[in-house]
C-alpha cells in the first residue's frame, strides 16, 4: 500500500509503546468529547450515564471490526469501499467525510480559542498561530516526537476523574444511574435526545474508524499479529469511556448540582474542576483542553486528507511536493485554514458548535457502520475472519438504535417546535 | 475504430434479433488465455436471472446492444468460467501500470470498436486513472450523455494503454486459469519492481512474488525495504522462500535472514541447496553490524601470476552478480589476499601482461571483524569501490561493495 511509505515520513503510531488502538482513544477525548461530557454532566446531571456502557460495548465492536479489516485485507477502509462498492459510492462517501471532518476540525480549534482564553489570550491570536503550527509540525515531518509528547500530556485526563472523585458527587446515584436509564419522559426530550446523539457521536466518531484501520495498516499488522492489538483496542476504548463517565460525574456534581446547567464556555466547564484544584481548575482545564485539541487538530485534517485522496485515487504524501500532490495538500491546508477561519467570526457559541458537530459525527455513523458490516461479513474478502453472529447483532443493533435517535429527535423536535 | 467507454456500455440495454429488450449488460469479459485484449463474452442481467452472451452473437452495439440469438438460447452465468470480468476485476481495482512504473487504481476502461468481416470486435484499448474516466462514472446517468460528453471532451484523458498494465490476482488457480503472469512487470528494474511492490496490499505482494521467475523475484526483494521484505517473506512458503534466497546476493540474502525469527530461518535454510546453505549459514554466524555481516563471498579472485587475457577470460565465465566485479582479487595458492586489480586498469592493459603487475597500491583491506564505521571510513579515505575482507591468516573471506556503504549511510542520515 502507498500508505507504507507515504506514511513513514509523518507516522501517526507509537512504535514501540502503545498501539494504533489506544491513540485512537486518546484521540477520542478532543475537544468535541470534553464539550458534549461536560454539557452532558450540567444539562443532565447523572441522566446520561446509562449510555456509556452500550456505546462503549458498541465502540469496542466496531473498533475491532476496524482493525480486524485492516490486519486481514491490508487495506485502508476508503480502499476497500472503493474496492467492492465502486467509484460513486466512496465519492459521496467521501464528501459526507469531509463535511463531518470540517466539523470536528471547527471544533478543535474552539477547543484551542475556548482553552486559551481562560489564560486571557485572544482567539484572533491564539487561532492563526496555532493553525500555522499544527500545519508546520505536519508538512515539516517533526509529527513523531510531537505525538509523543501530546500522549504524554493526556495524563491530563486524569484530572477529570480525580475531580470527579473530590466533588463528593452522590456516588450512588451515580453507579445506579450508569445502569438504569430515566424515565421514558426524560428521554423523550428534544434536548436530551440531541445530546444522546452527541456522546454516541464523539465516543464513536466516523472518522476514528478510518483512522484506526489506517494506523493497523500502516503498522502492518498481519492476520496473525492482530490478536495481540484486539488488547490495545480494547484497552483504549474502556480508557476513554471511563474518563468520559468520570468528566460527566465531576460535571453533575459541581455545575448541575448547583443550578448551573448550562456550560457556554470554557470557563464553565473549568468550573468543574474547582474541588480539584480550587483557583487553579482553569489552567488544568485550560491544559488539558488545550493538548487534546492541538492533538487531534494534527491528526483529522492529515487523516481525513489521506482518506479522501486513498479513496478517489488521488496522489498523497507529507513526503511528496505540492506539485506532486496537489489535492492532497489543497484538502489538507483548506480544512484547517477553513476550521480556523470559523473560529475567528465574533460572538461564536462555541460550545454549542462543537456539540453540533458531535450531533453530525452521530447523525452520519450509520452510514459507515453499513459499509463495515457489509464488506467485514464477504468471505471473499474476510475468510475465515468475517464476523461472528454476535458482532453482527451489536454492529446491526447500534447502527438501528443511531437512526432511531436521529428520526427520534427530529420528530420531537418537529412536535416540540 | 471508435472508442466506447466501459462504463456506457455497462448496464445498457440488450435485444434480442426482433428488437425486443431482453436484459441490461451487466459484465463483459475476456478470456485471456486465448486473447488478452478481445471481449469474448457478455453477461446479460435478465428476468430469469443472469445469462451468458458470446461476443461472436452480438450484431451491432449502437445505445444498447443487438443479439443474433434469442435470450432462450443464452445459457446461464454460474460464475465459474475462467473469465476476466471488467466491471469486477478491473474496475476500481488497483493495477501495475509498467511505463509508469507505479501502482493506480483503474477508474474507466475505454474500448476500442472495429468492423471486422462485418462483424463488430470489441477490445480493450487503454485504462483511464484519470479525471476524465472519474467524471463520466460519477456523472453518467445524472447528467445527459451529450451534455456530459462535450464536458468530458475537455478533460484531457489519463490513459494507460492496455500492453502495459500487469493484472494483480491473489488467487492463485485463478492466476493458473487465466495466465496472469508478470512477464511485463519483471522487465523492469529490480529498484521499480520494489518500490511498486511496496505500495501493495499483503496478499497482492505475496501473489507476484510467488509468480516472478525467482531471479527477478530475488533482485526485486534486495530492493524492497526491510519491512516489507519481512512481511514477503514470512507469507511465502518455505521451499518458495529459499529458492528465492538462494538467488539473491548473499549479502542481502544473510540480512535478510538474519532479521527473520528463528524458526522461520531454519525452516528456509532447510529447503536450500546444500552449497547455498552452507554459504548463508556462514555468514550468517557474522555480527550485521561488523564487516563480514556486510560482505559478500561472490567476487572473482585469481593468481597473481595469471595474465589480463586469462582475467578476462575468467570474467567472461564468472556466474555472479556483475557488481563486484569493479575490481578483481589476487590470491596466491594459500588463499591469502596478494592484490587488487581494478578492472580500469585490466581493460587498458595488454593481454599478455601478469596481473600482478596492474596491482592497485596499497593494499587495502579489513578484517572480518571489523566495526561498520571503520569500513566506512576505509571507503572514504581510500576512494574505494570494493573492499576485500580478510580473516587472520589475511586470507581472502569475502568482498564489501559501494552499494552497502551507500545503505548504511543513508540509514545513518
Keep these: 500500500m502507498r500508505f507504507l511509505k507515504r506514511w513513514k515520513t509523518r507516522t501517526l503510531l507509537f512504535l514501540a509503546v502503545v498501539g494504533p488502538g489506544f491513540i485512537t482513544a486518546n484521540v477520542d477525548n478532543d475537544a468535541g468529547g470534553i464539550w458534549t461530557y461536560s454539557s452532558a454532566g450540567a444539562q443532565f446531571g447523572h441522566m446520561l450515564l446509562w449510555t456509556l456502557i452500550p456505546i462503549t460495548i458498541a465502540l469496542i465492536v466496531i473498533q475491532e471490526i476496524c482493525s480486524r479489516m485492516g ?69 515539516k515531518g517533526q509529527y513523531k516526537t510531537v505525538e509523543k509528547v501530546f500522549l504524554a500530556a493526556s495524563f491530563f485526563y486524569v484530572t477529570y476523574i480525580l475531580a470527579g472523585v473530590l466533588a463528593k458527587p452522590a456516588w450512588l446515584d451515580a453507579i445506579v444511574a450508569t445502569v438504569v436509564p430515566p424515565h421514558r419522559d426524560v428521554l423523550m426530550r428534544p434536548d436530551y435526545l440531541y445530546m444522546f446523539i452527541a456522546t454516541v457521536g464523539t465516543t464513536i466518531a466516523p472518522w476514528m474508524q478510518f483512522y484506526l484501520q489506517a494506523s493497523i495498516v500502516e503498522k502492518g499488522v498481519t492476520k496473525r499479529q492482530y490478536k495481540a492489538s484486539r488488547l490495545d483496542v480494547i484497552t483504549g476504548c474502556i480508557f476513554t469511556d471511563v474518563v468520559a463517565w468520570f468528566i460527566i460525574v465531576a460535571c453533575a456534581a459541581t455545575l448541575y ?17 474547582h474541588p480539584l484544584a480550587g483557583d487553579y481548575a482553569y489552567i488544568l482545564f485550560a491544559m488539558g483542553l488545550f493538548n487534546a485539541s492541538l492533538f487531534a487538530a ?92 454476535l458482532f453482527n447483532v451489536i454492529t446491526w443493533a447500534t447502527t438501528i438504535i443511531t437512526i432511531a435517535l436521529t428520526v427520534a429527535w427530529f420528530w420531537t423536535l418537529g412536535k416540540g417546535g | 475504430m471508435t472508442t466506447v467507454a466501459l462504463s456506457e456500455l455497462l448496464g445498457s440495454p440488450v435485444f434480442d434479433p ?153 488467487d492463485p488457480a485463478r492466476r493458473i486459469k487465466l495466465k496472469i503472469s508478470h512477464e511485463r512487470l519483471a522487465k523492469l528494474h529490480p529498484a521499480d519492481i520494489a518500490d511498486i511492490v511496496e505500495d501493495l496490499a499483503p496478499d497482492e505482494r505475496e501473489a507476484v512474488f510467488e509468480t516472478l521467475d525467482e531471479e527477478v523475484a530475488a533482485e526485486a526483494l534486495e530492493e524492497v525495504e526491510p519491512k516489507v521484505q519481512k512481511a514477503i517473506v514470512e507469507s511465502l512458503d518455505s521451499d518458495r522462500a529459499a529458492d528465492i534466497v538462494e538467488e539473491m546476493q548473499p549479502d542481502a540474502a544473510a540480512d535478510l535472514l538474519a532479521d527473520l525469527p528463528e524458526e522461520r530461518t531454519s525452516e528456509i535454510l532447510l529447503e536450500m541447496e546444500p552449497e547455498g546453505r552452507k554459504e548463508m549459514v556462514e555468514l550468517l554466524e557474522f555480527g550485521e553490524n561488523t564487516a563480514a555481516g556486510r560482505m559478500t563471498t561472490e567476487y572473482l579472485a585469481l ?111
Design chain 1, 71 to 139: 490486519a486481514v485485507t491490508g487495506k485502508g477502509l476508503s480502499d476497500l469501499i472503493r474496492e467492492e462498492f465502486g467509484l460513486r459510492i466512496t465519492f459521496l462517501m467521501m464528501l459526507g467525510l469531509i463535511i463531518v471532518n470540517f466539523g470536528n476540525v471547527v471544533t478543535e480549534f474552539a477547543g484551542i480559542a475556548g482553552s486559551l482564553e481562560l489564560f486571557g489570550l485572544s482567539k484572533y491570536i491564539t487561532v492563526p498561530v496555532c493553525a500555522v503550527i499544527v500545519w508546520l509540525i505536519v508538512v
Design chain 1, 257 to 273: 448540582a448547583h443550578g448551573f446547567r448550562n456550560v457556554n464556555s470554557a470557563k464553565d466547564a473549568a468550573e468543574a474542576l
Design chain 1, 298 to 389: 494534527s491528526i483529522l485534517p492529515l487523516s481525513t486528507a489521506y482518506t479522501v485522496c486513498e479513496g478517489l485515487g488521488f496522489e498523497s504524501g507529507v513526503g511528496k511536493k505540492f506539485r506532486e500532490a496537489p489535492v492532497f495538500y489543497w484538502l489538507y491546508t483548506i480544512l484547517i485554514v477553513a476550521g480556523a477561519g470559523v473560529i475567528l467570526t465574533p460572538n461564536l457559541p462555541l460550545v454549542k458548535i462543537s456539540i453540533l458537530s458531535q450531533v453530525v459525527n452521530g447523525i452520519v455513523l450509520p452510514f459507515v457502520l453499513i459499509f463495515m458490516i457489509l464488506l467485514v461479513n464477504k468471505k471473499e474478502l474476510m475468510g475465515e475472519y468475517v464476523n461472528t453472529p
Design chain 2, 18 to 170: 426482433a428488437g425486443t429488450r431482453c436484459g441490461r449488460v451487466r459484465e463483459l469479459a475476456l478470456t485471456p488465455q486465448e486473447d488478452p485484449a478481445r471481449i469474448s463474452t457478455v453477461i446479460v442481467r435478465t428476468t430469469s436471472g443472469d445469462r451468458l452472451l458470446p461476443f461472436q452473437a452480438v450484431l451491432s452495439i449502437n445505445g444498447g446492444l443487438r443479439a443474433s440469438t434469442s435470450s432462450s438460447e443464452w445459457s446461464p452465468a454460474n460464475g465459474a468460467e475462467g473469465l476476466f470480468f471488467l466491471e469486477r476485476d478491473l474496475l476500481d481495482q488497483q493495477v501495475i501500470d509498467v511505463h509508469g512504473r507505479k501502482v493506480v487504481r483503474v477508474n474507466d476502461v475505454d474500448l476500442h470498436q472495429d468492423i471486422v468481416a462485418d462483424h463488430p470486435v470489441l477490445k480493450v484499448g487503454s485504462v483511464d486513472v484519470g479525471t476524465r474516466g472519474a467524471l463520466r462514472r460519477l456523472l453518467k446517468g445524472v447528467v445527459p450523455l451529450s451534455a456530459l460528453r462535450a464536458l468530458l471532451r475537455k478533460i484531457p484523458p489519463k490513459p494507460i494503454p492496455w500492453e502495459f498494465v500487469d493484472l494483480i490476482e491473489t
Design chain 2, 303 to 413: 593468481s597473481p601470476s595469471a595474465t589480463a587475457e586469462e582475467a578476462v577470460d575468467a570474467l567472461r565465465h564468472f556466474d555472479g552478480s556483475v557488481e563486484t566485479l569493479s575490481t578483481l582479487f589476487l590470491v596466491d595458492s594459500r588463499g591469502t589476499l596478494v592484490g587488487t586489480v581494478p578492472l580500469a586498469k585490466l581493460v587498458l592493459a595488454s593481454s599478455s601482461t601478469p596481473l600482478l603487475a596492474l596491482t592497485q597500491e596499497p593494499l587495502i583491506s579489513c578484517h572480518a571483524g571489523a566495526k561498520e564505521k571503520e569500513v566506512a571510513e576505509l571507503f572514504d579515505k581510500y576512494n574505494l569501490l570494493t573492499l576485500p575482507v580478510v580473516d587472520d591468516h589475511n586470507q581472502l573471506t569475502g568482498v564489501i561493495t559501494s552499494d552497502d556503504v551507500i545503505s548504511l549511510l543513508r540509514a545513518k542520515l
